[in-house]
């Protein structure tokens, strides 16, 4: 059996292509996305349409698909960069004061050591850019993820032969990041390559920023980011249901 939209091989009992994420079509009546992916469950793939593409399945959970265009969101390469930005910022600043306390500060060397940082730091952020594009490009320039949502949290499930290629592009980032001495780049690395999913908890989440133009709602714990996409005819249930079950607590902000 070969996927109709780019003649991928597939398994007989697919349910979704795992290279472009497209259902797979059959004699049998075609399903939505979002059935399919209440399919996934180890459940009947029964369950009742709450949006157009948002399925409350029978486990009780809320099931849908996203498709993520790459090239036209930046959401994650911002993501990326910010990283990358506030690594190296705490490396400055550390070495800084570290060089402050020995006694050897020197405003001359302070901003040489300053121009230097800031230059490594513009090579690493292209870097990352580029990076980005042949990750894109290896993917066909689309992310495809899944999403179970319920009253104890939210779950964003990377497609499997996605995941695989990200991790080597992981595994090559660690490489970097050791062969540089950069202790940072090495853990960036070995956190994506280990995770095929992220799980939020609502009560542990302590942020949330709505950015709607951009489809993405992010929801943060101490150290976990996770990012929760939907379209714009799912969007609103989406950031109700999140607003309606973080604690008091929680900030939440949405961003233009």
């Avoid at 996927?3 to 991928?8: D, E, L, S, V």
């Avoid at 709602?217 to 973080?246: C, G, M, W």
């Amino acid at each position: 059996m070969f996927c109709a939209k780019c003649g991928n091989q597939l398994p007989d009992d697919a349910k979704f292509c795992d290279v472009c994420g497209a259902p797979v079509v059959t004699d049998e009546p075609v399903q939505e996305p979002s059935e399919v992916v209440a399919a996934m469950a180890d459940e009947e793939p029964k369950g009742s349409k709450v949006t157009e593409n948002i399925v409350l399945g029978t486990d009780g959970k809320y099931h849908w698909y996203y498709e993520f265009k790459l090239m036209k969101n930046p959401t994650i390469l911002k993501l990326l960069w910010k990283i990358f930005f506030w690594i190296f910022v705490a490396m400055w600043a550390f070495l800084s004061i570290i060089n402050a306390f020995q006694g050897h500060f020197n405003f001359k060397d302070f901003l040489d050591f300053s121009k230097i940082f800031l230059l490594i730091l513009v090579g690493v952020e292209a870097l990352t850019a580029i990076s980005y594009f042949i990750y894109a490009a290896l993917n066909g320039f689309k992310y495809c993820v899944m999403f179970e949502m319920d009253e104890e949290g939210v779950t964003h499930t990377q497609m499997q032969k996605q995941f695989k290629r990200s991790q080597a592009i992981s595994f090559i980032t660690m490489m970097m990041g050791a062969a540089a001495g950069n202790p940072g780049t090495v853990g960036t690395g070995l956190l994506a390559a280990s995770k095929s999913a992220m799980s939020s908890s609502w009560k542990s989440v302590k942020s949330v920023e709505i950015i709607r133009k951009h489809e993405v709602i992010k929801v943060n714990e101490r150290l976990n980011k996770n990012q929760v996409y939907a379209l714009p005819q799912d969007f609103t249930f989406v950031e109700e249901f999140i607003r309606s079950h973080v604690t008091k607590k929680c900030a939440v902000k949405e961003k233009s």
